[in-house]
């Protein structure tokens, strides 16, 4: 069966069947997944439940897998999964049970509630973010994406004409800072803060984006507390209706997002219950600006 591309939100996400992911990819599935993910930004592969290897040996397929994070935070708390390779998104403790409300694993699900790219933070950023859904939630739950590309091309001209040269100082702990969440200095400093452009364009497509999300503490060049209300302003644009995509998710969904050109956010669900994923993400080629 040939793999199948199928548009879900005009030029935004795609569904793609046809492909058995349990498997190695042969070249022409590859280059098909890749070009579908430069034009669509987000593919959803239903019905794939990987087990951890398959998951990242499907990431490795597309380039470096990322352990960056896992190896500078992550895994100093719980490492449940076993692997420096697989990210844990889940509300899950060491132990295998749900944790509780005040349990480390259970807040970071929900700093992951604020808009962001994967890795917009770093000086090498992330390019794929695979997530694979092993539990899902009966209500609530969703993931939801936004087209970074849409979010440029629909600035009115004096806003892009205003930040065509700006640019942004992203943190990784700024949204963790909003919620007064009590990392150490050491988590605080574990990566330093990276300088990207407010407009970059698309290896992918070719299309400019608009770059910013929740990581931005500062713009450069502007008082701080202007430069965070202009980012403010800018994440609201990109979070608008027409420019996102809500994932739904069922056990064994796996969607795999370009990071270069989309935002993500989780979605409010109830604490109590299970909610299990996993995620290989891929280094990208592209460095920032600079440290801060």
């Not at 899950?92 to 944790?99: H, K, L, P």
């Not at 992203?170 to 949204?175: G, K, M």
């Not at 969440?181 to 984006?209: C, M, N, Q, Y």
Request: proline content about 4%.
């Amino acid at each position: 069966m040939p793999i199948t591309i199928t548009p879900v939100q005009g030029d935004f996400v795609a569904r793609v069947t046809g492909v058995d992911l349990h498997r190695p990819l042969d070249t022409a599935d590859r280059d098909a997944i890749v070009r579908a993910c430069d034009a669509y930004g987000v593919l959803v592969f239903p019905g794939q439940l990987l087990e951890k290897e398959e998951l990242v040996a499907f990431g490795a397929a597309f380039g470096e897998v990322d352990t960056t994070l896992q190896k500078k935070l992550l895994n100093h708390v719980q490492n449940r999964l076993g692997l420096d390779t697989v990210t844990d998104i889940s509300n899950i403790d060491a132990e295998g049970n749900v944790a509780g409300p005040e349990h480390w694993q259970t807040i970071t699900t929900v700093g992951n509630r604020f808009w962001h790219s994967d890795g917009s933070y770093k000086h090498t950023p992330i390019r794929y973010s695979i997530l694979n859904a092993v539990t899902a939630v009966e209500r609530g739950g969703a993931t939801q994406y936004a087209d970074l590309r849409a979010a440029h091309d629909s600035l009115d001209d004096d806003t892009r004409a205003w930040i065509a040269d700006k640019v942004g100082v992203f943190w990784s702990h700024n949204t963790r800072d909003w919620l007064k969440i009590p990392d150490s200095e050491a988590e605080r400093s574990a990566f330093a803060k990276a300088r990207w452009p407010l407009i970059r364009t698309h290896p992918g497509s070719g299309r400019k984006v608009l770059w910013c999300d929740s990581k931005v503490f500062a713009i450069e060049n502007m008082p701080l507390p202007e430069g965070r209300a202009l980012a403010h302003e800018l994440i609201e644009h990109i979070g608008q209706r027409e420019h996102v995509y809500s994932h739904h998710w069922q056990p064994g969904d796996l969607v795999m997002a370009d990071n270069r050109c989309t935002v993500h956010r989780g979605r409010r669900f109830d604490h109590a219950e299970r909610r299990e994923m996993r995620r290989v993400e891929t280094t990208d080629d592209s460095c920032s600006l600079g440290p801060a």
